[in-house]
């Protein structure tokens, strides 16, 4: 059984007045196994942020089901949906969201301290991953003080903390520099090595290229899906820019 | 051609986009404009004037249009720079749009225009209605016919136009200013820069304990009234500035206490509330410590004046035991006389007399060292140790009790001392001692007091030998006061107009030197002078604490809209991160309660320890009954809670809006 299970999945926004209906989502079908490392890809308006937001419980579906772990997120009540997400997921986001009220290591601690975990264990769990990191030196900052790659880093730190079942991540390259940027893929590859589950939604190509799969969403299906497999990174790269090129130019290709 | 009204529309279409801030504004404005004419007016309605007791009222109204003209002018322009940085993004984008900074300026100006044209006009046409109502209200409460004439204070109208032009036109530069000193960028970023933690000022939160300190200290050892008027200031100012410091310094000290002990810090209840604090107390420190004054000022007002006006029936009965009371310092033919003549007065009235009693007493200040009393020395004014002495000889007591006791020798006194117990074996005035007879400290009461602002005892001696004697003693020293006079008092139904007849009358076969050492008190014309004043004390105490209240609901409102706004993303962030809408709720509720219940505690501390001192100037004005103030005190309280809590409230729902 795959960890995540995508099934038919619809979104439809009705607008004020109800006389406009707008497909965000068409029928969406995938699975994620454990361990895997997976890059959506889509045009602005494809329904990428749409996706991410159903699957991080922030939104819910018109029809159709998110299974993680068996278990569906759509059929959770209000009250358990913030629990599930703290314990199940972690998230990584383009602008960071950094709490500016809390230093780098309180920010990191924020959804452990939610979960009402106590200091030692806290301290514990920290001290391997600031390491692997490159974070020990700023935990004491605060985020105006820190810069922009540090900042996602030390937000991966506050997704990883809690072991979480599957890492959504939101453009978590866009606002940086490149240098930050390749540093923040090479970190999730190694994470992903050490078998984290991961969901990266986003524009580059480059940040693509370090996933294992890439999937292709637009007009809110599912477009096309290539494997790194035995690719090399060139080559990946020259995949992924083709696809683009094709759904830039309008073509209708289904699998 | 149509620049100008480019601008102007420009101008409209900006408040129209803006006015869930703007239309406080302009409320709180507009109310400021009918408060300030109301006051300015009723300070010089001639109608007022000619009430009783109505100059005294006069005159605390002057007091008070400074009072409001400062509170508005401060308010406003507090208000409206808070409201501008709001707009520091929207003005950032004109100008990046190709407006120059003149453009944003016309437009700006255009906008405060028409929010001063509105508040001038809607604020003195409120004015001039709610000031008919006020005036007939107060005129309702002193008891004076109010003529129903429409009265129109052009001194009012002008004072009023006057005092918005010139908030608004420094509101206007002010806003100016950040236009032009601001490049666009900045102007774009408006308050979004990420904000420093506070650091912890132990030294100001040391300072602001210390001041509030030595306030309370003054307040809390003050026992005289007239020490308590001259420290009254100095204890006011000292706790005021340590609130503002306590509030900026002190909790920001207190929270990086509560977040260093790191077993307290992170747990979940308290992880998001105390670092949320630290920088909320941050920016609204002084807006807190606003509220907190405030309110102090409110309770204070409200419950003295109220206390003087409730209690007024007992107060007149202290000042005026009798019905009509005579005090003549002059020689004992003069005197004689002049109690004839009032007879005379009060037979030709057809009123008649009882309990008639005529005595002679000597009043003196002495200061209280142990069991002597000095006449003499370095007989501060301000010192609590002051006395009044009243001496009446023995033979006046008996016929004033109906009593017949008798002092055996010369040497020999009773002591009454009805407000501050007297306990000594023996009494000494200046240098002269005597034996203390004990009697029942209640047996005078028929004596009246005349009002000392000291604490006063009654020394009943043998003969007017012996009081001559000590009236020598005294002149000898030659410093202090000594009265001594001759009394008459009788119970008797006169009128205020009867009264007032006759007090004419004896002045009239009066020199005008011999006048001025005749006091004729009429108990119906001095009460109705004394419901007058308190009544007017009373109206000004509302009438300013509706005021302060007005604006303190404005600061909460504005306070709550701000921080919503600031709080928004936070929320968002934590909600992201696993904190469900309950918990997210439930911190709010937790800061929100701190913030705004803690100036409603402080305000109470406050008002504690200013128990003494209000209870001291209480007593200034003939007010003794303490446990009245007391009971006035905590009605007034709940009273504001109630309300208090209500604004919260209401507020709340309104800041959960924003966030969520």
Not at chain 1, 198 to 208: E, N, Q, R, W
Not at chain 2, 87 to 105: F, Q, T, W
Not at chain 2, 554 to 566: H, P, R, T
Request: include cysteine.
């Amino acid at each position: 059984m795959s960890m995540l299970e995508v099934n038919n999945l619809k979104k439809v926004y009705v607008t004020h007045f109800g006389s406009n209906k707008v497909k965000a989502l068409d029928n969406v079908t995938f699975n994620v196994d454990e361990g895997e490392f997976v890059a959506v890809m889509g045009e602005s308006g494809s329904g990428k942020t749409t996706l991410l937001n159903i699957l991080a419980s922030l939104d819910k579906p018109t029809s159709g089901e998110v299974r993680l772990e068996g278990k569906n997120i759509a059929m959770l009540s209000e009250s358990e949906i913030s629990a599930f997400r703290r314990q199940n997921l972690g998230f990584v986001f383009q602008d960071f969201n950094l709490l500016d009220t809390f230093s780098i290591r309180d920010n990191i601690y924020l959804p452990l301290v939610l979960s009402g975990k106590k200091l030692d264990y806290m301290q514990k769990k920290l001290e391997p991953l600031a390491k692997m990191l490159g974070i020990n030196d700023i935990l004491d900052k605060f985020p105006y003080e820190v810069s922009g790659g540090q900042k996602q880093r030390a937000a991966v730190a506050r997704a990883v903390i809690t072991d979480p079942k599957l890492i959504l991540a939101d453009e978590p390259t866009g606002a940086l520099d490149s240098r930050s940027a390749d540093e923040l893929l090479r970190l999730f590859n190694k994470i992903n090595n050490q078998g984290q589950t991961i969901l990266m939604v986003t524009h580059s190509t480059k940040a693509a290229c370090s996933a294992k799969r890439v999937m292709f969403i637009k007009d809110g299906r599912v477009f096309h899906q290539i494997y790194r497999g035995e690719n090399t990174y060139e080559e990946m790269y020259q995949k992924i820019s083709q696809i683009l090129t094709l759904l830039a130019t309008g073509g209708d290709r289904d699998e | 051609m149509n620049n100008r009204h480019f601008f102007m529309r420009m101008s409209l279409s900006n408040l129209k986009l803006n006015k869930q801030t703007y239309i406080p504004f302009i409320f709180t404005s507009v109310f400021t404009a009918a408060m300030f004419y109301i006051i300015v007016s009723l300070s010089g309605n001639p109608d007022l004037e000619n009430t009783l007791g109505g100059s005294a009222l006069k005159s605390l109204l002057g007091l008070g249009t400074w009072v409001t003209g400062l509170f508005a002018f401060i308010f406003l322009f507090y208000t409206f720079s808070f409201l501008f940085k709001r707009r520091k993004k929207e003005i950032g984008i004109y100008n990046v749009l190709g407006m120059e900074k003149k453009h944003i300026s016309r437009v700006i100006a255009g906008e405060i225009l028409i929010v001063f044209l509105i508040s001038i006009i809607l604020g003195l046409v409120i004015g001039m209605l709610l000031d008919k109502l006020m005036f007939l209200i107060v005129a309702k409460i002193i008891g004076a016919k109010a003529s129903m004439g429409f009265y129109v204070s052009v001194e009012g109208l002008v004072k009023t136009v006057l005092l918005l032009a010139a908030i608004f036109i420094l509101i206007f530069l002010n806003s100016i200013r950040q236009v032009h000193f601001n490049n666009p960028i900045e102007l774009l970023k408006g308050g979004n820069i990420g904000e420093r933690e506070p650091k912890a000022k132990w030294i100001l939160a040391l300072l602001g304990i210390i001041c509030v300190g030595i306030g309370y200290y003054i307040s809390l050892t003050t026992d005289n009234i007239v020490t308590a008027m001259s420290t009254f200031l100095i204890a006011v100012v000292l706790v005021i500035v340590g609130t503002y410091m306590l509030f900026v310094a002190g909790s920001i000290a207190i929270l990086k206490l509560l977040k260093k002990n790191k077993k307290y810090y992170y747990k979940s209840s308290h992880f998001i509330s105390v670092s949320g604090m630290i920088y909320r107390m941050k920016q609204n420190g002084v807006g807190l410590a606003n509220i907190c004054i405030i309110s102090t000022m409110i309770l204070i007002m409200l419950a003295s004046t109220c206390t003087l006006w409730v209690g007024v029936n007992e107060t007149v009965d202290r000042l005026y035991p009798n019905d009509v009371q005579v005090t003549a310092r002059l020689p004992q033919a003069k005197a004689e006389m002049l109690f004839d003549n009032l007879e005379n007065q009060l037979k030709i009235n057809d009123i008649k007399t009882e309990n008639v009693l005529k005595y002679r007493s000597l009043e003196v200040d002495a200061e209280q060292k142990g069991n002597t009393f000095y006449t003499y020395g370095d007989n501060n004014v301000v010192d609590s140790n002051m006395r009044t002495l009243y001496f009446l000889t023995c033979d006046d007591y008996n016929r004033i009790m109906g009593t017949d006791i008798n002092l055996l020798s010369d040497n020999q006194v009773m002591v009454s001392a009805p407000e501050k117990d007297y306990k000594g074996d023996s009494i000494s005035i200046n240098e002269n001692s005597y034996q203390v007879i004990k009697i029942d400290n209640q047996n005078l009461k028929t004596v009246p007091e005349k009002g000392s602002i000291y604490p006063s005892q009654f020394v009943i001696v043998k003969n007017q030998q012996v009081m001559d004697k000590i009236k020598n003693n005294v002149e000898n020293h030659g410093e202090g006061l000594l009265n001594d006079e001759w009394n008459y008092v009788c119970n008797a139904n006169v009128t205020k107009e009867q009264g007032e007849r006759i007090i004419d009358n004896i002045n009239n076969n009066l020199s005008e030197e011999e006048s001025y050492w005749v006091n004729c008190n009429f108990r119906n014309v001095s009460e109705e002078a004394i419901v007058g004043m308190y009544a007017g004390l009373m109206f000004v105490g509302i009438f300013l604490s509706i005021l302060f209240l007005m604006t303190m609901v404005l600061i909460i409102y504005y306070k709550q809209i701000s921080e919503g706004y600031d709080d928004r993303n936070r929320y968002r962030i934590m909600q992201n991160v696993g904190l469900d809408k309950r918990e997210i709720k439930r911190s709010i509720r937790s800061q929100v309660m701190t913030v705004f219940f803690l100036p409603l505690i402080v305000a109470c501390a406050h008002v504690a320890a200013a128990f003494p001192l209000i209870g001291r100037m209480l007593e200034g004005f003939g007010m003794m009954n303490i446990w009245l103030y007391v009971k006035v005190t905590l009605l007034a309280l709940a009273v504001f809670a109630i309300f208090y809590a209500a604004v919260y409230t209401l507020t709340s729902k309104l800041y959960y809006k924003i966030v969520n």
